[in-house]
């Protein structure tokens, strides 16, 4: 069986990040935008390694630099689970594929581990980003014996199993619960974004208070932490116990995780053709009768083909939703805590002065963590071809994919910047703003989404999760839109101009500046000139 | 109705899939477009309705270019693929509906239209499921009445019978016969010469990206079967 695994893994591998694809291709576009997408990978890992050393590094300074390998170990196992769930169900139980392998001569376990092997060297990468600048900045303080380095190697990789279990199991329920729905999209998404809503907002309260220590409260400090992550996650304390000499420990560390997993996959691999089929059956009822039909106007039609597009899956739906949750409840929080005592929770206190000032940006970045427009494009796949050879303007299509970003992002942002206009309480002049930042830089988001996914297309795909979660315009959209919104928020703090109302309007004057091109240059795009 | 003249298309890489083509296709016309498996149909049917660009050459359709006028070309022809990847989140009716809206067609004409194909083609029952539903038969059913809702001037069709029931063959071949009669001029790629032979007034026959053979169907066989004539064509 081995064997087996190893075969379709290598087949399944070779799709991920679309390394294949460039490696053979002889389109020297494709190469170029692999190309770009590296720049953009290696600048997040860069913020990643520059925010995973700082942490490390203030814990260390803090003199709670015991706990920073569990710590990590928790706050990676936290996030390969939240990252793990939004894709799992699609994944593992995805038919795309399904009925080619399932005719092959192998073991179904063979498939089910294989499609399993993607995403354990994901989270592996993921794991390596997270916990070597981390435990690197402690091995430079702690300068621990060579037992740490073996444990810790051993339980970077086993970190992935036990995420990767239960995610699939959340998302296995999910996916089951929401096929029995009517509306199992919606259905599916609600589930999926709740959950996430408490594991993250869990994981934000799971923080140390830093405020008023002395040693001795540091001490205590550190024996509290690190019972009460013992307690969320125990094999962040079997990793910490490991590392304080315990062999018990470290079996456990390695052993529960392992077994868990196993089990997992023998139990699965029983009744896998079963849960596919069964997740993913569709329900014909058979007995329309034709009825009135209505004509509409082109862009309107165009309108609701996006809608169902976009209802059509969760995972679409749960990816961009998020940060338009998130803006509703920071904005909520603002409204209920006031600005103030959100930012002393929040651990900034140091920005009070100014934080009133920076405060549309604040709530503008969630708003643009993701559009839906920055993989509108690809979520066509193999159907582009419809819309190349109907007789309908690219520049329609375009309309109607910015116009459905901007119905579904309105409601939030509405909600949001009156409630934060609520809990600020802002004089008259910059209220004006309060409204127009977030505005002008959600329509910035909306434009620049779409540009990228017109530069960087991907309409081969076997699972959306490569071209909603990995796809390169994803990513660069999400890079430009935090620049947008971090370089004005910074100056504003670094230049703390005269007229605050006068700044605002050069910064809303720029983006639409810089809206406007994109869009001209959106509009240029022909759809014959975008290719499989 | 469809004048290609020289048509040269060169993949990126450097592979040219169509060389120097041309060909005509008038009003009234069945025109089957035979070739082996890689010869440069799709390549050629897919530069014709604005999947591909092209590297030289022109296409005229209805008298228009495809290069100045994709919409107006556009807005005359219909074009059904060979594998049917429709929207699989929209029912059948509510592609239908899509369809129609874009290309302008009244409710009550589409009311009509959809009445009488959907009852041919047996699929009238189904249009208020999902697509992702159907069968690749049934796709392929819809895919047929989407491309007849608007009356199009110029069909194309890329192996149109692949999937189809022997009932769904028959209507799809006096439909052909019907719009010829009307006016409307088809082209399409097949594989099933039989079919080719009996069907078409028209036939041409490319490899490797030229066209190798060209004429009315009677002329260009002389008595012989199209599965002879395909053979000794594509040997020499």
């Known amino acids: 069986m081995i064997k087996q695994v190893l075969t379709l893994s290598k087949v399944q591998l070779k799709s991920l990040f679309g390394i294949n694809e460039v490696l053979h291709t002889k389109d020297k576009k494709k190469k170029q935008s692999f190309a770009l997408l590296s720049v953009a990978y290696v600048l997040v890992i860069l913020m990643a390694i520059s925010y995973v050393g700082g942490l490390a590094y203030g814990y260390h300074y803090l003199g709670l630099g015991d706990i920073v390998p569990m710590y990590l170990y928790t706050i990676l196992s936290i996030l390969m689970l939240v990252l793990s769930f939004f894709k799992a169900g699609s994944v593992l139980f995805s038919m795309k594929s399904y009925d080619i392998m399932v005719s092959l001569p192998v073991t179904k376990s063979a498939i089910l581990i294989s499609r399993f092997v993607t995403m354990y060297v994901t989270n592996l990468l993921f794991s390596l980003i997270v916990m070597i600048p981390g435990l690197a900045v402690h091995i430079w303080f702690a300068k621990p014996g ?3 380095y073996i444990i810790s190697l051993m339980a970077v990789l086993f970190a992935p199993l036990l995420p990767l279990t239960i995610s699939s199991i959340l998302g296995a329920l999910i996916k089951g619960i929401s096929s029995r729905m009517k509306n199992k999209t919606l259905v599916e998404t609600f589930l999926t974004v709740g959950l996430v809503v408490v594991i993250m907002v869990g994981s934000f309260r799971m923080g140390p208070k830093t405020e008023n220590l002395d040693m001795e409260a540091l001490k205590e400090l550190i024996g509290t932490l690190t019972s009460a992550l013992g307690n969320i996650f125990p094999p962040a304390l079997w990793y910490h116990q490991a590392l304080q000499g315990s062999i018990l420990h470290f079996v456990l560390l390695l052993g529960i995780p392992a077994l868990i997993f196993t089990l997992f996959v023998w139990i699965l691999s029983k009744r896998f053709t079963e849960i596919c089929t069964g997740l993913n059956a569709t329900y014909a009822k058979h007995n329309y ?11 309107l039609s165009l309108f609701k083909k996006e809608m169902k597009l976009y209802f059509s899956s969760s995972l679409y739906v ?26 002393e929770f929040m651990e900034m206190p140091m920005f009070l002065p100014l934080i009133h000032k920076v405060l549309p940006f604040v709530l503008a970045m969630p708003l643009c963590m993701m559009s839906t427009s920055a993989c509108t494009v690809s979520m066509e796949g193999k159907t582009f071809w419809q819309l190349q050879v109907l007789p309908v303007k690219a520049k ?3 309309n109607a994919k910015l116009l459905w970003n901007l119905a579904i992002a309105a409601p939030f942002y509405l909600i949001s910047v009156v409630l934060m206009l609520i809990g600020a309480k802002p004089a008259l002049s910059d209220a004006l703003h309060y409204f127009l930042i977030p505005l002008v830089l959600l329509a910035y988001c909306i434009v620049l989404g779409l540009a990228c996914n017109l530069w960087f297309p991907k309409l081969n795909w076997d699972n959306e999760a490569q071209v909603v979660k990995q796809g390169a315009a994803v990513l660069v959209s999400m890079l430009g839109g935090v620049i947008a919104v971090i370089v004005p928020a910074v100056l504003a703090i670094a230049l703390q101009p005269a007229s605050y109302a006068v700044y605002y309007f050069v910064v809303e004057a720029v983006i639409l500046v810089i809206t406007g091109v994109l869009y001209y240059s959106i509009t240029k795009k ?7 | 109705m469809l004048e ?45 309705v604005g999947i591909h660009d092209f590297d030289k050459g022109e296409i005229y359709v209805n008298g228009m270019s495809v290069k100045e006028k994709p919409l107006e070309c556009k807005q005359v022809m219909a074009y059904i693929p060979d594998n049917p990847d429709l929207y699989e989140y929209l029912t059948g009716i509510q592609y239908l509906n899509f369809i129609a809206d874009i290309y302008g067609v009244s409710a009550a004409d589409r009311e009509q239209r959809i009445k009488e194909e959907a009852a041919a083609f047996e699929i009238e029952a189904a249009l208020g499921d999902l697509i992702s539903s159907y069968s690749h038969g049934m796709k392929q059913k819809l895919a047929i009445i989407s491309a007849l809702i608007h009356k199009p001037k110029l069909l194309i069709l890329d192996e149109p019978f692949v999937g189809l029931d022997p009932m769904a063959t028959l209507h799809l071949k006096n439909r052909m016969h019907a719009l010829c009669e009307e006016g409307t001029a088809i082209f399409f790629s097949t594989h099933v010469l ?18 190798i053979a060209a004429g009315d169907t009677k002329d260009l066989t002389d008595g012989k079967s199209l599965e002879s004539v395909f053979m000794e064509v594509i040997k020499e």
């Open chain 1, 318 to 343: 749960t990816n961009s939703g998020i940060g338009y949750i998130l803006a509703v409840l920071l904005a909520g929080a603002i409204a209920v805590m006031g600005v103030d005592s959100l930012a």
């Open chain 2, 194 to 211: 039989d079919v080719a032979e009996k069907l078409c007034n028209k036939v041409v026959i490319i490899r490797g990206g030229k066209l």
């Open chain 1, 396 to 398: 329609d299509i375009y």
């Open chain 1, 289 to 299: 009768k034709l009825g009135e039909l209505k004509a509409e106007h082109v862009l």
């Open chain 1, 526 to 532: 022909e759809l014959i000139t975008i290719s499989r």
């Open chain 1, 146 to 148: 060579i037992s740490f």
């Open chain 2, 4 to 48: 290609i003249k020289n048509l040269t298309k060169i993949y990126k890489g450097g592979k040219e899939a169509v060389s120097n083509l041309s060909l005509t296709v008038n009003t009234g016309d069945i025109c089957a477009f035979i070739g082996h498996n890689g010869a440069g149909k799709t390549s050629t049917i897919k530069c014709v």
